[in-house]
């Protein structure tokens, strides 16, 4: 017997296959059951009668939720069925029943968050959230083959750092061997700085770590990065680069996830928008935007979420933000020749409101520059001798930026809160399960 995933069932309309999964949710009407089968790429419904296969009809019969089990069966195609195809069950073999006395704590009605999220080893199996991480799946995929194609080799950053990237507010402190003190990196930027004179144009991807105690929905404490950094590569550069990958992400998604999105009922006119060029309008732009619109943000200020919604809303595709003032960005940021209060910096903004999703920035390649900026940044010199390397053999200009892979993800699925799209969400106030 063939043995098939479900979701390419269509392609066996009329025979007789093998599906390996799951026991989803189960109906039952006299001498018909109706059970739903999952195996991971998507659902089946099924079919069994008493008179026609008892014996499977038998084994069904009062079976529990989420029981894993072998079934073979004829399939057809069914136009009321999701996924527009049924199996006609003729066989089942149970590979282990779940206990009448531990059923499944995930029934299919709606649950509290709190309690889903004490649940999440058993919660991804829902169709929802199994769809979503398959889209998680498809942007990294999509994501890494554009920046390959684009010439990028991927260098990967340390997760143990010695010293702080921006600063030691929000770093987690990990007790390293014989007493050293080390930290996970809430950033691979300084590193991939190196990479990037020895390689030309890099980009490391993997988690980084932030100890902030934001309780939103945008933010976690653990949470993945996608890093490109060029050398000889300026500001537009960069947001050439930005808007191309975005747009590569959203499109791989909306090409090869179109089953996905549909489960998440995801609006998909909205992201096939979502092509080069992307909007640009400056710092002190959008704070004429945010005047406009009733808000008292002035010069000088960070936005926070609602302001950069309310920036977001005039436009149907991601919006860039560049050139912000030095004051509030991070030390290493090139100054803009012209005028020294404003930063080579962009952040990139996602429609409906689920805010930055890329902040980037050209680099001060100047040595004694940049030592002025560590000292008024309060930073100690000792431990950025070797980023002071970059600066004294053959310094070049520079720029990269940071992507947040659950924001852009989240987003794309249009889920509320960013928890959902990754596996096991760290947060605040949850390291379980
Ligand atoms: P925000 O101000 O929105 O908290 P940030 O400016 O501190 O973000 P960066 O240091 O610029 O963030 O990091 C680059 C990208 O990483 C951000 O644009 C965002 O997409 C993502 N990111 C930053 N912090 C978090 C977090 N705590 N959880 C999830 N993603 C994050
Ligand atoms: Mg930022």
Redo the contacts with the bound molecule.
Sequence with gaps: MTTITIENAGKYDGQEVTVRGWLYNIRESGKLVFPIFRDGTGIIQGVCSLKENPEAFEALKGLTQESSVIVTGKIRAEQRAPGGYEMGVSKIQIVQRVSEATPFPIQLKEHGVDFLLDQRHLWIRTPRQASILRIRAEAVRSAREFMDGQGYTLTDAPMFTPAAC?GTSTLFEVNYIDDQKAYLT??GQLYIEATAMALGKVYTFGP?F?A?K?KTR????E?W?LEPEAAYAELPDMMDLGEGLVSAMVQGVVKNKPRELETLKRDIKKLENIKPPFPRITYEEAVGVLAKNGNPAKFGD?FG?DEETIISSSFDRPVMVHHYPTAIKAFYMQPDHERPDLALSF??LAPEGY?????GSQRIHDYDLLVKRLKENNLPIESFQWYLDLRRYGSVPHAG????L???VAWICGTEH?REVIPFPRMIYRVYP
């Design positions: 921006e809430q950033s980084t932030r902030e934001s945008r933010h976690l404490t949470f990065m960070d979420g952040d990139m805010g930055e999703i890329i902040g930026f940071g992507l947040g659950e924001r852009t960013i």
